[in-house]
């Protein structure tokens, strides 16, 4: 069946980084789309990045020209580095297949000093 598990979440400082990372099983992970989606407390979830087969990237405004999303099809795993975090980006970060609407667990993402 279809596994997601994202890691990298943690407490950071405001202007600093993290890479996220999320393996991808059970399906042929380079024939497909994948987006990473954040969810703040109290707040709807929010995509914040998609990468295509073929790495065509697109972002949300909130995070474009801070966060990159990349994949290593090799590995299974799609990645999203986030530099300059600000207190806004804290939120649970989720990855997700579009077309067959599969979530990971998510992991969460704490900017405070």
């Known amino acids: 069946q279809v596994q997601l598990v994202e890691s990298g979440g943690g407490l950071v400082q405001p202007g600093g980084s993290l890479r996220l990372n999320c393996i991808a099983s059970?399906?042929?992970?380079?024939?497909?789309?994948m987006r990473w989606y954040r969810q703040a407390p109290g707040k709807g979830r929010e995509m914040v990045a998609h990468?295509?087969?073929?790495?065509?990237?697109n972002y949300a405004d909130s995070v474009n020209g801070r966060f990159t999303i990349s994949r290593d099809n090799a590995k299974n795993t799609v990645y999203l580095q986030m530099n300059n975090l600000k207190p806004e980006d804290t939120a649970v970060y989720y990855c997700?297949?579009?077309?067959?609407?599969?979530w990971g667990q998510g992991t969460q993402v704490t900017v405070s000093s």
């Open positions: 990468i295509s087969t073929g790495g065509t990237t």
């Open positions: 059970g399906f042929t992970f380079s024939a497909y789309n």
């Open positions: 997700m297949v579009p077309s067959s609407g599969n």
